[in-house]
């Protein structure tokens, strides 16, 4: 899916419009985070990988433990 970013941001908007759209985005992530926000921190905690110890910064663990 490609986004055509100059229709979905087009120049011109009032002051009170972009006002208003930034408070409707911030209302939705806001809503999104609250409802889902363990299964977000869940997935992220598993996506963190330690690289190194770092007492031995030099003895890199391998990716996936």
Not at 22 to 51: G, P
Request: aromatic share 12%; glycine share 4%; hydrophobic share 35%.
């Amino acid at each position: 899916m490609i986004i055509d970013l100059e229709t979905l941001f087009p120049d011109g908007l009032s002051d009170e419009t972009a006002s208003a759209i930034s408070d409707l985005l911030y209302a939705i992530a806001h809503q999104w985070e609250s409802t889902y926000f363990h299964r977000i921190r869940r997935y992220q905690a598993q996506q963190q990988v330690d690289l190194f110890d770092p007492e031995q910064p030099w003895n890199k663990r391998p990716v996936g433990r």
